[in-house]
């Protein structure tokens, strides 16, 4: 089992920014990549960033391309996303997401794919 808790969400305005924290127990965290989804209401989860085991592979949505960042920090069971530019269209509850770390598992995108899930952050980007 891996559990994971995510924290930093919270309400800003359209052009700031947020870094969102997930910390992870349970499993060797470096055995899995992570990733982080997001839920608005009435959407389905969708994917947001992957990052492999070591941090030095990702995969972004086109959608955040060039406005998030996501790293990890093995030694303390850490991944982080920094979001930066945010849109009133990035509102939504942030989900962080754990799945083993094959070779090309940080690229899923399917919420199905992974199989352990933290609880949720609410971001909120007003205008």
């Known amino acids: 089992q891996v559990q994971l808790v995510e924290s930093g969400g919270g309400l800003v305005q359209v052009g700031g920014s947020l870094r969102l924290s997930c910390a992870a127990s349970g499993r060797t965290f470096s055995n899995y990549a992570m990733g982080w989804f997001r839920q608005a209401p009435g959407k389905e989860r969708e994917f947001v960033v992957g990052?492999?085991?070591?941090?030095?592979?990702?995969n972004y949505a086109d959608s955040v391309k060039g406005r998030f960042t996501i790293s990890r920090d093995n030694a303390k069971n850490m991944v982080y996303l920094q979001m930066n530019s945010l849109k009133s269209e990035d509102t939504a509850v942030y989900y962080c997401a754990a799945v083993r770390g094959l070779s090309d598992s940080y690229a899923y995108t399917r919420p199905v794919d992974y199989a352990y899930w933290g609880q949720g952050t609410q971001v909120t980007v007003s205008s």
């Open positions: 990052i492999n085991w070591s941090g030095g592979r990702t």
